[in-house]
């Protein structure tokens, strides 16, 4: 192989796992978020329960 495929090779590999890697950045943040907002709902509930 010559040398330069070699190295489009790894720079292709270098950009998908940059990108997955963003990718679980993403997914990790949204998953905070819900579960911030999950927390929310269910404090919601539990003072709607306390009140009656």
Same mark, same amino acid.
């Given at each position: 192989?010559?040398?330069?495929?070699?190295?489009?090779?790894?720079?292709?590999?270098?950009?998908?796992?940059?990108?997955?890697?963003?990718?679980?950045?993403?997914?990790?943040?949204?998953? /905070?978020?819900?579960?911030?907002?999950?927390?929310?709902?269910?404090?919601?509930?539990?003072?709607?329960?306390? /009140? /009656?």
């Amino acid at each position: 192989m010559d040398s330069r495929n070699v190295m489009y090779m790894v720079y292709g590999f270098s950009a998908v796992w940059i990108i997955l890697f963003g990718y679980l950045i993403l997914l990790v943040a949204r998953e /905070k978020s819900l579960n911030g907002e999950l927390d929310r709902v269910k404090r919601m509930m539990e003072e709607e329960r306390q /009140k /009656k």
